[in-house]
T-cell receptor, first 115, second 113 residues
Framework: NAGVTQTPKFRVLKTGQSMTLLCAQDMNHEYMYWYRQDPGMGLRLIHYSVGEGTTAKGEVPDGYNVSRLKKQNFLLGLESAAPSQTSVYFC??????????????FGPGTRLLVL | GENVEQHPSTLSVQEGDSAVIKCTYS??????FPWYKQELGKRPQLIID?????GEKKDQRIAVTLNKTAKHFSLHITETQPEDSAVYFC????????????FGIGTKLQVIP
């Protein structure tokens, strides 16, 4: 039972390149989230999903796209990377059950450097 | 939308002393307040939480208090130890079909041996 995993752990991109970050979970949770973490700014929500086949925008969605074709996977895409997207990206999950869905479980993070 | 302010941004205490981190929130409808601990290079992990129908909650050396009228909540760590050194995030959550969580900017706690 790995919980929440993220691939890759670290990546260096050149401006304009594209990439996809993968979040995978084996806890069968409905909700999945992508955050970015920057110094002095805490955790900011990029996109989220409340179930397979559904996605929605969060606080800072510009420059990112997401897909959730399978319940256990949530993909974050950068079509044309910019230096401003240099950050640590965290995936999080939470269950559907009322009273428990507020608690989010985080993945280990992906460190992205855009040159 | 919800706004969560957290202070101080950095805090240094001597081992064995207490540490207090304070957060305020803006949306009176928020009803769930978790605290996350993030060690260097690691993921945030939930350490304690409190719901709006409770004023205080304790778990060994950590406690959280909530003042709904003033819209602020605090994390208290007693008898601090070096392993308490980390960044602590507060958050406020508006319950509903989707759990919108707004995080504070974090407090870097350093416990000096």
């Amino acid at each position: 039972n790995a919980g929440v995993t993220q691939t890759p752990k670290f990546r260096v991109l050149k401006t304009g390149q594209s990439m996809t970050l993968l979040c995978a979970q084996d806890m069968n949770h409905e909700y999945m989230y992508w955050y970015r973490q920057d110094p002095g700014m805490g955790l900011r929500l990029i996109h989220y999903s409340v179930g397979e086949g559904t996605t929605a925008k969060g606080e800072v969605p510009d420059g990112y796209n997401v897909s959730r074709l399978k319940k256990q996977n949530f993909l974050l895409g950068l079509e044309s990377a910019a230096p401003s997207q240099t950050s640590v990206y965290f995936c999080a999950i939470s269950p559907l059950i009322a009273g428990a869905r507020e608690t989010q479980y985080f993945g280990p993070g992906t460190r992205l450097l855009v040159l | 939308g919800e706004n969560v302010e957290q202070h101080p941004s950095t805090l240094s205490v001597q081992e064995g002393d207490s540490a207090v981190i304070k957060c305020t929130y803006s949306d009176s409808a928020s009803n769930y307040f978790p605290w996350y601990k993030q060690e260097l290079g690691k993921r945030p992990q939930l350490i304690i939480d409190i719901r709006s129908n409770v004023g205080e909650k304790k778990d060994q050396r950590i406690a959280v208090t909530l003042n709904k009228t003033a819209k602020h909540f605090s994390l208290h760590i007693t008898e601090t130890q070096p392993e308490d050194s980390a960044v602590y995030f507060c958050a406020a959550t508006l319950s509903g079909g989707y759990q919108k969580v707004t995080f504070g900017i974090g407090t870097k706690l350093q416990v000096i041996p």
